[in-house]
């Protein structure tokens, strides 16, 4: 027969775990999606903690007197979980920078669509970079790597052990922002020499034929150009996802670090 018993304090422990994986799933690409149900997310928090809660071993026992002191370390763990996804989940704003950079260039910057995962007008161009690399992180099992990376946090945090280096937090950032950009430039960077050559030519264009109306005719041949060259280059964008996935996990290390004692 099933012994169904558990302890007070085995209890609390879990519910401690509970709200890092929770915090984590409601923070992770993939996992954070707004188009999900807030049941499934909630449910799957409570699966992988009861299967994580079973490997952390030996559990060691929370020292608190009160419930305030007890709420602490719920808000510890809570935002614990919430660095732990977001370290992720920034990285998936790249794609989007590129994407309104390429907008920009190709005449679409005041054109949006709604993106039913976010819940927020996009621009075209990110949007599609959005989607194509969300669809490369489930055919690479990348959030199979978000969720063992999560568990070994729990290696390197124990439950209670969270301790915020807010120095080593600021310089994860900055290190994010210089590879922000540099990121970023590097996906529309086809793109941006080819609109580069079309306005040269353009402009010699302008100065040759001065009837013509160059502004009528080049939004239309920049248009048509850019979205060519986004054909042509489609096929680069396992390449360029292996930069934002490089990115996740080297974000993912520093903000753990970063929460060490």
Same mark, same amino acid.
Request: hydrophobic share 55%; aromatic share 12%.
């Given at each position: 027969?099933?012994?169904?018993?558990? =302890?007070?304090?085995?209890?609390?422990?879990?519910? /401690?775990? %509970?709200?890092?994986?929770?915090?984590?799933? %409601?923070?992770?690409?993939?996992?954070?999606?707004?188009?999900?149900?807030? $049941?499934?997310?909630?449910?799957?928090?409570?699966? !992988? @903690?009861?299967?994580?809660?079973?490997?952390?071993?030996?559990?060691? $026992?929370?020292?608190?007197?009160?419930?305030?002191?007890?709420?602490?370390?719920?808000?510890?763990? +809570?935002?614990?979980?919430?660095?732990?996804?977001? @370290?992720?989940?920034?990285?998936?704003?790249? &794609?989007?920078?590129?994407? $309104?950079?390429?907008?920009?260039?190709?005449?679409?910057?005041?054109? @949006?669509?709604?993106?039913?995962? #976010?819940?927020?007008?996009?621009?075209?161009?990110?949007?599609?970079?959005?989607?194509?690399?969300?669809?490369?992180?489930?055919?690479?099992?990348?959030?199979?790597?978000?969720?063992? +990376?999560?568990?070994? #946090?729990?290696?390197?945090?124990?439950?209670?052990?969270?301790?915020?280096?807010?120095?080593?937090?600021?310089? =994860?950032?900055?290190?994010?922002? =210089?590879?922000?950009?540099?990121?970023?430039?590097?996906?529309?960077?086809?793109?941006?020499?080819?609109?580069?050559?079309?306005?040269?030519?353009?402009?010699?264009?302008?100065? &040759?034929?001065?009837?013509?109306?160059?502004? +009528?005719?080049?939004?239309?041949?920049?248009?048509?150009?850019?979205?060519?060259?986004?054909?042509? #280059?489609?096929?680069? /964008?396992?390449?360029? @996802?292996?930069?934002? %996935? #490089?990115?996740?996990?080297?974000?993912? !290390? =520093?903000? !753990?670090?970063?929460?060490? +004692?």
């Amino acid at each position: 027969m099933i012994d169904y018993t558990f =302890s007070m304090y085995e209890m609390e422990f879990y519910l /401690l775990v %509970f709200v890092r994986v929770t915090c984590f799933i %409601f923070t992770a690409p993939f996992f954070n999606l707004n188009n999900t149900p807030k $049941r499934v997310k909630i449910v799957l928090g409570i699966f !992988v @903690s009861y299967l994580l809660y079973q490997n952390i071993q030996p559990h060691e $026992r929370l020292v608190y007197e009160t419930v305030f002191e007890y709420a602490v370390i719920v808000m510890k763990e +809570a935002v614990a979980g919430l660095l732990i996804g977001l @370290s992720a989940g920034l990285c998936n704003s790249i &794609v989007l920078f590129a994407g $309104r950079l390429v907008d920009m260039e190709i005449g679409l910057a005041m054109a @949006s669509e709604y993106d039913p995962t #976010t819940r927020e007008n996009t621009s075209v161009t990110g949007l599609f970079y959005q989607y194509i690399v969300l669809m490369l992180l489930v055919i690479t099992d990348m959030h199979h790597y978000l969720l063992r +990376a999560l568990a070994e #946090t729990f290696t390197l945090i124990p439950v209670n052990g969270a301790v915020l280096h807010s120095d080593k937090l600021v310089e =994860s950032i900055i290190m994010f922002m =210089s590879e922000y950009i540099n990121i970023g430039f590097q996906i529309c960077l086809p793109v941006f020499c080819v609109m580069l050559i079309t306005n040269c030519i353009l402009g010699i264009m302008a100065k &040759v034929a001065p009837q013509m109306n160059m502004f +009528a005719v080049g939004m239309q041949i920049k248009l048509l150009m850019g979205l060519g060259v986004m054909f042509l #280059t489609v096929g680069m /964008l396992p390449y360029i @996802s292996d930069f934002v %996935f #490089t990115e996740m996990k080297t974000m993912m !290390v =520093s903000f !753990v670090e970063a929460m060490m +004692a």
